[in-house]
């Protein structure tokens, strides 16, 4: 059982999440009903995982730590300010201030080779802006409340500052959007990396193998919420790991060690819904 889900659980369920969404979407059911669906059906799936082959059992979290400061950002982010409404709004925004979109995707290409595409050309904007996140003081104050929690579980994948998560998926979103792709489309990169998300903070054990040089899973992921920013200064990689190979920042000791559980911030950071959404602009 270990080693199924360690070495296939990722493939198993994306593959079966992202195949099920292209075949509910193409039948006319909306993005949000799939994306909603494909979450729920994907968590049930590692909760499942974290519960019975968690990775470090001082990972498991708290109501006070970890659930309910997490839950809350998650309803400020998504539904009370509607991220998603913005990011599609900025990116539109930013496509018009560049003279508008140049309407040359390949449409006729199957929609899963589409997604393909998307994922490695939206993965470079995303990459930069992430790298920015950790190299620029200003940006980083707000990428901060990501890397604060002091363990990794799935719902991890969620804690970002309404500012940074935006301004991220815009990076994504703006190259897709500039080259003509489908509204569909930028649907499935979403649900992939909502899905791949929570995969990547995952507190269940994990064996991807030859997977860690394609995408930036758990096993690769860990060293970036590193204590120490030499280590964590490292895997952008939003969904895939590619341009952290390009660009020379991708790092996977294959011998784990004491330093992998040593995650978080130096410092002591609240984790009030307050602070977290109003302390990054104090400097």
């Not at 784990?256 to 911030?265: A, F, H, S, T, W």
């Amino acid at each position: 059982m270990t080693f199924l889900f360690s070495r296939f659980g990722y493939l198993i369920c994306i593959f079966f999440v992202i195949g099920i969404s292209i075949l509910f979407i193409e039948s006319g059911y909306s993005e949000l009903q799939v994306l909603f669906f494909a979450s729920l059906g994907s968590i049930i799936f590692m909760l499942l995982g974290e519960i019975y082959l968690p990775f470090f059992k001082k990972w498991k979290p708290t109501f006070k730590e970890n659930f309910f400061p997490d839950s809350s950002l998650f309803i400020v982010n998504y539904v009370f300010f509607q991220s998603q409404l913005l990011q599609i709004f900025l990116a539109s925004l930013a496509i018009q201030f560049a003279g508008g979109g140049l309407n040359i995707w390949p449409v006729e290409l199957h929609i899963a080779l589409q997604l393909v595409l998307a994922l490695v050309i939206s993965e470079f904007g995303l990459y930069w802006f992430h790298r920015a996140c950790h190299e620029i003081p200003l940006l980083w104050r707000f990428h901060k409340i990501h890397h604060n929690p002091k363990r990794l579980y799935w719902f991890n994948a969620t804690r970002f500052h309404y500012l940074d998560v935006t301004l991220l998926q815009v990076c994504g979103a703006v190259p897709l959007l500039f080259l003509g792709a489908e509204a569909k489309v930028i649907a499935l990169v979403t649900i992939f990396s909502t899905v791949h998300g929570y995969w990547q903070h995952i507190n269940a054990k994990q064996n991807q193998g030859i997977l860690n040089y394609f995408f930036s899973g758990p096993e690769l992921h860990r060293w970036h919420h590193n204590i120490e920013p030499e280590i964590a200064n490292h895997n952008y990689g939003n969904n895939l790991i590619l341009w952290d190979h390009v660009f020379k920042t991708f790092y996977w000791p294959k011998e784990e060690n004491q330093k992998l559980q040593n995650i978080g911030v130096e410092g002591n950071f609240s984790n009030s819904l307050k602070s977290m959404i109003f302390d990054p602009f104090k400097g």
